[in-house]
């Protein structure tokens, strides 16, 4: 069952989890004059709410086919090219899944997780050029340099190859997926070692707690573990819908996934328009406009501008979600990511971050569909 809040990041950098309240919003003053400029004030009492303990909920469980052959392959085929992983890289995921599932199937690895850890570590390898037949890529990587928002590197000393594994970790899980030597910058190896880690300890990765203590025993950075929370979130709905996600919407939502940890700023573009963050419809409407689709400004604005679901339509990914009321005023937004979670800016103090997209006693307006 899902919980009510997940894992958040703070602007101070501080993994905690939080109950988060919608803060207001503000636009900048280049935009006045246009219907989207209408400014609001902030929402008293928004300063960032207590701790809770209440634990993170795991990503869409997604499995890949559990018999090797013709219908694995295609499937394969499918899902990395729906959502641009490499082949080879979507390969060592699943059959590292397949084969940690027949030998830990109470830890319910989902290839989800160790495409997640890959895509943020190294673009799936692709850090190291092409990836050849054999799943290394085509120059060994070293360790790469990850920086949190405030200037702090975060990447592990010593970490190597596509899923930048610590030499700890490495010494301790290394496995080879032939049979030969085990080789840290061979996918298959590394994903399979990746697993072994995650299900170390009898964790159960369908439960949030074990999952966020798996991921934490690979990278236990906040900006790592969230960032690799919302790209599995969005590859396990992916999987489990069958189907090719809407391309601008899956745009939309990569670039929000690269905002994380971006402080939240009243009025805010984001730092390619000179601001240090964003406020929620600045977010909302950079990722759109990534994907080429313009929204208006504020999120009252985009309420009533976008196609709004009907009836109990669910949301779908990069859908918009708005709270607020729709006589009066909508006064915040975020971006659906699946699983029940969004990404967005939520207030003062906060970073953009993931979170459940429903809460108890939530001014939930209702969701619209900017890309269909």
């Not at 074990?210 to 969230?226: E, I, K, M, T, Y």
Request: aromatic fraction near 6%; hydrophobic fraction near 40%; charged fraction near 15%.
């Amino acid at each position: 069952m899902l919980v009510t809040l997940v894992v958040a990041l703070v602007a101070a950098g501080t993994l905690v989890v939080l109950r988060l309240s919608p803060g207001e919003e503000r636009i900048g003053a280049a935009a006045l004059g246009s219907p989207q400029a209408t400014t609001s004030t902030p929402a008293p009492g928004s300063a960032p709410p207590a701790p809770t303990t209440t634990p993170p909920a795991a990503p869409a469980q997604s499995q890949a086919p559990q018999e090797r052959g013709p219908r694995f392959a295609a499937w394969v085929d499918d899902v990395a090219g729906w959502l641009d992983i490499p082949r080879r890289a979507m390969h060592a995921y699943a059959a590292a899944t397949v084969k940690l599932g027949e030998q830990q199937p109470d830890c319910h690895l989902s290839w989800v997780t160790l495409a997640g850890i890959g895509r943020i570590a190294s673009d799936h390898g692709r850090a190291g050029g092409r990836i050849t037949a054999a799943g290394v890529p085509a120059r060994p990587i070293g360790t790469i340099e990850l920086r949190d928002f405030a200037g702090e590197v975060i990447s592990l000393p010593g970490a190597a190859g596509p899923m930048q594994l610590s030499p700890a970790l490495w010494r301790r899980w290394a496995a080879s997926a032939s049979g030969g030597a085990p080789n840290v910058q061979d996918l298959d190896d590394a994903a399979l070692a990746a697993g072994r880690a995650l299900c170390a300890d009898g964790r159960d990765l369908a439960d949030g707690d074990d999952w966020l203590a798996g991921v934490s025993a690979v990278h236990d950075a906040p900006l790592f573990l969230h960032r690799v929370l919302a790209t599995a979130n969005v590859y396990g709905t992916v999987g489990m819908s069958g189907t090719a996600p809407n391309r601008a919407a899956l745009t939309a939502v990569t670039f929000a996934i690269e905002k994380i940890g971006l402080p939240y700023v009243w009025g805010g573009n984001g730092t390619e328009q000179g601001d240090a963050g964003f406020d929620c419809s600045g977010l909302t409407t950079a990722a759109y406009a990534r994907a080429g689709i313009t929204l208006l400004r504020t999120a009252h604005w985009q309420y009533n501008s976008v196609p709004l679901l009907q009836g109990d339509e669910q949301p779908r990914l990069g859908d918009l979600i708005f709270y607020g009321d729709p006589a009066t005023k909508i006064h915040h937004v975020g971006i659906y990511i699946g699983n029940q979670q969004m990404i967005d800016a939520p207030t003062f103090g906060q970073a953009v971050q993931v979170h459940n997209y429903r809460t108890p006693g939530d001014d939930y307006a209702g969701a619209g569909r900017p890309a269909d």
